[in-house]
Structures are given as C-alpha cells and as structure tokens.
C-alpha cells in the first residue's frame, strides 16, 4: 500500500486531494521525443527504413524540431520494414522500459498502424480515449494503383468513417448526452461489426497492393488523405537535426514537403495552428508498482 509519512489523511483524502498536473507543451515534446528515441533506436539496430512524416518532418526542415504548437509525432516506413517491426515487436523481447506498443491486427486492434507508446503518463482526450498513453504514430506504406486509385480511396474513407462510428467519444457538454442517447442506433451497427473487424478489413485491401511492385506508395490503409508519391523517394535516406538529435527523414523531403503542404516554410495563422487537444500527466497507478 502506499504510504503518506506526515499525513493523517485517508488515501482516499490525499486523491481527493492531488490534482493532475497536465503537462505543458514542451514537456509533452520531451516525452514524445524520448518515444521517437525508442522508436529510431530499434529500426537502427535491426536495419528498418523509416522517414519523419507530415508535421514531424515540417517541423524538422522548418524548425528543427516539434511545430510549436504540435503534439504528435508521424512516421512512415515501407510495408515489408513495417512487418519486420512488427513482428520484433510481438516477440516482446526488444522494447526498453516503459515503452509499449498497440496492435494494428487481431482482437485487440484499435487502428490499422501501430502506435508507440510511454506507459509513465495517460491521456486524457474526448477522441483519443481508446489510446490511453502519449504515442507516436507509425504509418505503413503500400502500393498505389492508378488506375484504381480514386475508387480506393473513396473505398478508405468510408472504411474510416466505419472505424471512427465504433468510438464512443468522451463528452464535455451537458447537452451531448441526450444527443449521444438518440444516437445510440446510429452507432450500434458499427460497434456490432467491431472496430477490430474493419481494421482488418483496412488492411486486407492496403495489403493487396504490394510495395515493391507499384511505381507510387501511399500511407492508403488511413485514407483520409491522398499523399501518392513516387516509391523511388523511400530509396534514399538522410538524417535530419531534431530536437537536438538526428532522424531520418527521406532524401527528397524537399519533394515531398511541397507535393503535401506548398509553400511549407510560411507558417499558418494563429486560427489554423491545429493540435490534437490531448492532455497528459503522469501515470501514478505506474508509480505506485513495486
């Protein structure tokens, strides 16, 4: 049991009492720097390609580092290095303290790509409630067919749609909860199927489209965005300074800055700097283990 010296109080008092002291931002980008760490380290020591995506790679051409006001890290690697990461993974024999990943397959998939994650800390987020620690996000790339690319697509955002209707969202307004009961209906064909169950199926089709043998790639098993680029990008890799550390990043981050963001070294307005309105604090049911 834990013990409060100098205290009267029950336990019950005392957490009655202590607070959740929520990180600030740049505590939040010290413990996503130490996941990102984890991360790099064992794609070095087992030779897996991977490249700092979207707002990470922003962040480290224009930055240096995090987005000021970012609080997620992305990376994507080549279907066939994702799988060998995976598979180390589900060895559970190389992950240091107190790193832990999410499954993207199976009973207990929650998405259809991993998640690396510090169990020290938990978040508290209304859309993010099936996720409960701070994590970085880990994409797969596969192939893109041109021919069939739009219709894919399509075909992925209702998938994704599917997948966010089987999320039972944590409500902040008293007025959501009537709404969220007249609702009910409309959620219960989606959580019938199962989130596990259109994972699945995300991957099923993602999967059908070798890397090695289509000209473009594309992070298509999370549809929401249509980023194709050619697969020759993914051959050559550099390191990019972050944070004080190096990363890498694709040789042609250049390229791929522009095809996804234009003009990437103009910062948005204030009213389009977007996070994912996570807070974190530290994980005291962790602490109080022996």
């Known amino acids: ?71 997620d890290v992305d990376v994507v690697m080549p279907r066939p290095d994702y799988e060998k990461l995976h598979d180390l993974l589900a060895a559970g024999q190389i992950l240091n303290e107190p790193f832990v990943f999410s499954e993207d397959r199976g009973k207990k998939a929650e998405y259809p790509f991993m998640k690396l994650m510090d169990d020290r800390y938990r978040i508290k987020s209304r859309t993010h409630i099936e996720v409960p620690h701070p994590y970085i996000d880990i994409f797969p790339l596969d192939g893109y067919s041109e021919k069939k690319g739009k219709k894919l697509h399509r075909k992925f955002m209702v998938l994704d749609f599917c997948l966010d209707m089987t999320r039972w969202y944590i409500l902040d307004r008293w007025w959501m909860y009537p709404l969220r009961i007249l609702c009910f ?8 199927w199962g989130r596990h169950r259109i994972v ?5 089709i993602a999967q059908a489209y070798p890397f090695e043998e289509h000209e473009l790639v594309d992070c298509t098993s999370w549809g929401a965005t249509s980023d194709e680029v050619p697969r020759s990008f993914y051959d050559s890799y550099c390191e990019l300074p972050f944070e004080g550390r190096k ?13 996804r963001y234009g003009d990437y070294m103009t910062p948005p307005p204030k009213n389009k700097q977007i996070t994912h309105c996570m807070k974190i604090y530290k994980n005291r049911k962790r602490e109080m283990i022996p």
Not at 247 to 259: H, I, K, Y
């Open 1 to 71: 049991m834990r013990k409060f010296a100098g205290s009267a109080l029950s336990v019950f008092e005392v957490r009655m009492k202590e607070k959740k002291q929520y990180l600030k931002i740049d505590e939040i980008h010290a413990v996503l720097l130490d996941i990102l760490s984890e991360f790099d380290r064992l794609c070095r020591e087992n030779g897996l390609r991977y490249s700092l995506a979207y707002g990470t790679l922003l962040g480290a051409v224009r930055h240096k580092g995090f987005i000021p006001w970012d609080d």
């Open 185 to 192: 209906w409309w959620y219960l064909p989606f959580l019938i």
């Open 200 to 204: 699945a199926k995300i991957n099923r």
């Open 247 to 259: 990363f890498f990043a694709v040789s042609e981050w250049d390229q791929w800055l522009t095809m």
